[in-house]
């Protein structure tokens, strides 16, 4: 069974779209990231998200936003797509108890160009 | 997050053991040494972690310094399966719980 699941994994859209990446995380965790890893291959947190509070990394726009219906998922929502934002984009997990010490479990990562 | 500073690169020879090196010397007393990789095409997967004492998993083991300003991951037979980019990251208590990564270590190994 996959404990992160993204989808789509590949996803080519031209400027100035909307679109959505689904993640989904059957490990009973309660806290779930966005992280961007863009062509020189830095992985960037985006956002951090449990049932109490959204953390937000000041450098990301605001056409981007996560959206959780529920403790298992969290999905990231992109308005306006810029040539910018093609990058890979991972989905994490982890429990926010104990947080110093529970690891992170990562999606494998949605593919995203913007043509 | 307390800084890490790691070798852009190294090699290591097929069913050899590889040492790498992540030094952090602002590291506070409550930080937590993390370490991942990510495998070409793949999310980063977590490998081991430890505060104080060397740690050893299935995966690897983890030797911390008696100042804790610096670590290594050991892979005590390297495959052509562990080339992949090595991060080393400390974790404390921070708003989010966010976990920061660094440049890494690309692993290259030879047949």
């Known amino acids: 069974d996959t404990a992160v699941s993204q989808t789509p994994k590949y996803l080519v859209t031209q400027m100035g779209n909307d679109k959505s990446i689904k993640c989904e995380q059957n490990?009973?965790?309660?806290?779930m990231y966005w992280y961007k890893q863009d062509s020189k291959k830095f992985l960037k947190i985006m956002f951090s998200?449990?049932?109490?509070?959204?953390?937000i990394n000041e450098t990301v726009p605001n056409r981007f936003s996560p959206k959780s219906p529920d403790k298992a998922h969290l999905n990231l929502h992109i308005n306006s797509l810029e040539l910018g934002d093609s990058a890979v984009y991972f989905c994490?997990?982890?429990?926010?108890?104990?947080?110093?010490?529970?690891?992170?479990?990562f999606g494998n990562g949605t593919r995203l160009t913007v043509t | 997050d307390a800084k890490t500073t790691q070798p852009n690169s190294m090699e290591s020879n097929e069913e050899e053991p590889v040492h790498l090196p992540c030094n952090h010397s602002?590291?506070?007393?409550?930080?937590?040494i993390h370490w991942y990789r990510q495998l070409p095409s793949q999310g980063p997967e977590y490998v081991i972690h430890?505060?104080?004492s060397n740690v050893n998993n299935r995966m690897a083991s983890l030797a911390i310094a008696e100042d804790r300003k610096s670590s290594t991951l050991i892979l005590h037979r390297a495959t052509l399966r562990d080339a992949a980019v090595y991060y080393c990251?400390?974790?404390?208590?921070?708003?989010?719980?966010?976990?920061?990564f660094g440049g890494g270590t690309r692993l290259m190994v030879k047949p």
């Open positions: 602002t590291i506070s007393g409550t930080d937590y």
């Open positions: 998200y449990n049932n109490k509070e959204l953390i």
């Open positions: 430890g505060l104080t």
């Open positions: 994490a997990s982890s429990q926010a108890s104990g947080q110093r010490n529970s690891p992170l479990h």
């Open positions: 490990l009973g965790h309660d806290t």
């Open positions: 990251i400390l974790r404390n208590n921070n708003a989010g719980n966010m976990l920061t």
